[in-house]
């Protein structure tokens, strides 16, 4: 168990619905990251928040957002959805210690995923 | 700007036998390096990590040793279980987390 949470663990919705999608990090982390895994994109980096700001964006649509509220969880609110959106949905948390430099508290620990189907 | 090329798979091995996942890195500056293993159906779990250069991580049976002069982080077992069939990425840190394509490796009894 690697001490964060996602729900939920699966999610059926048609196109054209939004969904929420909560995380929530281990104790003490301050960074979250939401991951996108599909069988023809692989593991694709969204987005990360870090004590509650934004702090990189990977390959992210404009339909989809997220942010991180006072209590460090997290939500990724996907719109207008496509089929094409159907996939695995990965959080993760770390320390990420501003101003560290490859140190242990960089590591990512994930949650167990939300599957999004999109129908 | 960084990146992770990683073997392409699928692996496929009889129990006991040996394992190596080749994983090559470009990078600037020092970044940590990882192993991840994602089991059928669960989501992606630590594997081992080095921070530095000619460190060596090690769990369960796996290492890996951070190569600088090489640029590799090779994943190597000795003697593999059909309990190790799973999918396994590598990656790096800094300044995002980027992974490898991953590797699916299928052990056989």
């Known amino acids: 168990d690697s001490g964060v949470t996602q729900t939920p663990k699966h999610l059926i919705t048609a196109t054209g619905q939004r969904v929420t999608l909560r995380c929530s990090p281990r104790?003490?982390?301050?960074?979250v990251y939401w991951y996108q895994q599909s069988l023809d994109q692989g593991l694709q980096f969204l987005i990360q928040y870090y004590n509650g700001e934004e702090r990189a964006k990977g390959n992210i649509l404009e339909r989809f957002s997220a942010q991180q509220f006072p209590d460090l969880h997290s939500e990724l609110n996907l719109s207008s959805l496509e089929l094409g959106d159907s996939a695995l949905y990965f959080c993760?948390?770390?320390?990420?210690?501003?101003?560290?430099?490859?140190?242990?508290?960089?590591?990512?620990?994930f949650g167990p995923g939300t599957r999004l189907t999109v129908l | 700007g960084n990146s992770v090329t990683q073997m392409e798979g699928p692996v496929t091995l009889s129990e006991e036998a040996f394992l190596t996942i080749n994983c090559t890195y470009t990078?600037?500056?020092?970044?940590?390096l990882f192993w991840y293993v994602q089991y059928p159906g669960e989501g992606l779990q630590l594997l081992l990590k080095?921070?530095?250069?000619?460190d060596k991580g090690s769990n369960k049976g796996f290492e890996a040793t951070y190569r600088k002069e090489t640029t590799s982080f090779h994943l190597e077992k000795g003697s593999v279980q059909v309990s190790d069939s799973a999918v396994y990425f590598c990656?790096?840190?800094?300044?995002?987390?980027?992974f490898g394509a991953g590797t699916t490796v299928t052990v056989r009894a």
């Open positions: 104790s003490g982390d301050l960074s």
């Open positions: 080095a921070t530095k250069a000619d």
């Open positions: 990656a790096l840190s800094r300044p995002k987390l980027s």
């Open positions: 990078a600037t500056g020092y970044p940590s």
């Open positions: 993760a948390s770390s320390a990420d210690t501003v101003g560290t430099s490859g140190g242990a508290s960089d590591t990512q620990y």
